[in-house]
């Protein structure tokens, strides 16, 4: 039998451990979940999980130290696939976070800064539980309710030029992405590792998903 392999991106940015050790928890027994760098494991893996914290310039950095950014768009239009926060962003074009960052261009659109809002008394980061509203069918959103609270901790938001991808909304200021998916993509800017019982779900869909 088979044995199922998920590659989490090792990209030096990120609470890998904390998502290691969730996605272990939900994975099928015997699936091996490594965090790693290697590509050939990423190429060869059946599931992938984009994980990230921090700022997009480092992100980027260090995706092109280690030789990662194009092993990244490559999986991503080949895999089942998963961005978590810094995942989930520099997915889009450009990001208005280090004075302006190039990003790795998987989908139209850009990551905008809350503070240029100005709405005042809008605390930057978000920092804490808000709830997602599900504005599209997903496998990904089976046994989570509508309007689930999920754990964010972020500056920016996502904002797509193509609003079809947008899977999850919610409400900080303004209406945003907080979930984007097409194809054997979806992403999203809460961390389902710290989202307690719906964020497990979340991940154990993941691990189910056959897109």
């Not at 991106?9 to 050790?21: A, E, P």
């Not at 989908?107 to 709830?131: D, S």
């Not at 900080?172 to 019982?197: M, T």
């Not at 979340?202 to 056959?210: E, I």
């Amino acid at each position: 039998m088979k044995v199922m392999k998920v590659a989490i991106i090792d990209y030096n940015m990120g609470n890998l451990h904390s998502v290691g050790r969730a996605v272990k928890h939900v994975a099928p027994g015997g699936t091996q979940v490594e965090i790693t760098a290697d590509p050939d494991f990423i190429r060869h893996a059946d599931r992938i999980v984009f994980p990230g914290q921090g700022a997009a310039r480092d992100c980027m950095r260090e995706l092109e130290t280690r030789g990662l950014s194009e092993i990244v768009r490559e999986v991503a239009k080949t895999k089942p696939f998963l961005g978590i926060c810094m995942g989930m962003q520099v997915l889009m074009e450009f990001s208005e976070e280090n004075a302006g960052v190039e990003c790795m261009g998987v989908y139209a659109g850009k990551v905008n800064y809350f503070k240029h809002l100005n709405i005042a008394h809008l605390k930057t980061p978000q920092m804490g539980w808000n709830q997602i509203q599900q504005k599209t069918a997903h496998p990904l959103w089976t046994g989570i309710k509508d309007a689930a609270r999920f754990y964010f901790v972020h500056s920016y938001y996502v904002e797509p030029t193509d609003q079809s991808l947008v899977s999850g909304e919610t409400f900080y200021g303004l209406n945003y992405a907080s979930a984007i998916a097409k194809d054997n993509v979806f992403a999203i800017q809460a961390h389902p590792e710290k989202s307690a019982e719906d964020g497990l779900r979340l991940l154990a869909n993941f691990m189910q998903w056959q897109p």
